[in-house]
C-alpha cells in the first residue's frame, strides 16, 4: 500500500513539474527546440519548420528569442553572410561585432542546417501581351494596370525558363476600376498556371493588395526554388507574404502569415 502511495506522489510530481515548465517557457519555446529551419520575411513574418509542417511564429516571447542569434540575411537578394539580427518595429542587422548594418530593401534571414539557395532574377515590362490578354479575356477583365511585369527565371532547374506575370490595378489615382484584380501567373510549354488571383468589386473601403515577387529560394534541398510572394496593402495594414511551392501540377501554397 506505501508502495502504491509513492508511485501515485511521485506521479502527481512529475506532472507538476511538465505543467510549470509549460507555462514558464511556453508552447512555441517548446516546440523551438525541434525546428529545423526558420525564416524572417519582412519586418513582420517569422515561419518556422517543425518536422514536416510550416508553422507561424507570432508570439512575442518567440520572436524575442530570436534576438541577437546569427541569420543568414539577404537584402534585395544580395547576401551579406552571417549575421546578428534584433527586432523592435522592424529587423535589424549586426556584423559579428555587433555593430549595425545598415541595408534596405526586401528583407530575408534564414537558420537551417543546409544551405538555402536564393535565386537570382530581375523584372522587366511587358511587351509581348499575348498571355496578359489571355487571362483578363478569360477572367472578363481589362486594362489599364497599375503593376505589370515580367520575370524570366528556371524554378525547377530543367534548364528552361519560365516565364512569370504580374498584373494588377491596385492602388490606382488616375482612373477609378470598377473591379479590382491582382493576378500571378506562370507560363510554361504555352500552359498558364495561376499562382495568385484577387479579383472583388471596388467598393471603395481599399481593401486592394498589389502583388510582389519578393524571393525564389529552395527551402527544402530539392533542386526546385519556392517562391515568396508578397502583397502590398495601405500603410495601416501589414504587407500579406505567402510561400508557395511548384509542383508539375503548378503552384500550392505552404504557409501564409495570414
Known amino acids: 500500500m506505501r508502495k502504491k502511495r509513492t508511485y501515485i506522489i511521485l506521479l502527481i510530481i512529475l506532472v507538476a ?48 528569442s530570436l534576438n541577437w542569434q546569427k541569420f543568414t540575411v539577404f537584402v534585395d537578394n544580395e547576401n551579406l553572410g552571417r549575421n546578428y539580427v534584433w527586432h523592435d518595429d522592424k529587423w535589424y542587422i549586426f556584423d559579428k561585432n555587433k555593430n549595425a548594418v545598415v541595408k534596405t530593401g526586401k528583407f530575408l534571414a534564414y537558420q537551417a542546417n543546409y544551405k538555402i539557395n536564393v535565386l537570382n532574377y530581375e523584372e522587366e515590362n511587358i511587351t509581348d501581351l499575348t498571355y496578359v490578354n489571355k487571362v483578363l479575356e478569360e477572367n472578363n477583365l481589362s486594362s489599364p494596370f497599375t503593376a505589370s511585369s515580367k520575370t524570366t527565371l528556371d524554378i525547377d532547374n530543367d534548364n528552361i525558363k519560365e516565364d512569370f506575370y504580374i498584373i494588377s490595378n491596385a492602388f490606382a489615382d488616375e482612373f477609378v476600376p470598377d473591379t479590382l484584380f491582382s493576378i500571378v501567373f506562370m507560363v510554361k510549354n504555352d500552359k498558364i498556371y495561376y499562382i ?63
Open 17 to 64: 513539474y511538465f505543467l510549470v515548465l509549460y507555462l514558464f517557457i511556453g508552447k512555441d519555446n517548446l516546440k523551438k527546440e525541434s525546428f529545423s529551419t526558420t525564416i524572417m520575411v519582412g519586418d513582420n513574418t517569422v515561419w518556422a519548420l517543425s518536422g514536416k509542417r510550416w508553422l507561424n511564429i507570432t508570439k512575442q516571447s518567440s520572436i524575442d
Open 196 to 258: 495568385y488571383k484577387d479579383i472583388s468589386t471596388n467598393d471603395l473601403d481599399y481593401k486592394e493588395c498589389k502583388p510582389y515577387f519578393n524571393y525564389f529560394l529552395d527551402i527544402d534541398d530539392d533542386k526546385t526554388y519556392e517562391m515568396i510572394l508578397s502583397c502590398g496593402r495601405y500603410s495601416i495594414k501589414e504587407e500579406i507574404n505567402m510561400l508557395y511551392s511548384y509542383t508539375k501540377d503548378g503552384f500550392k501554397i505552404i504557409i501564409s502569415n495570414q
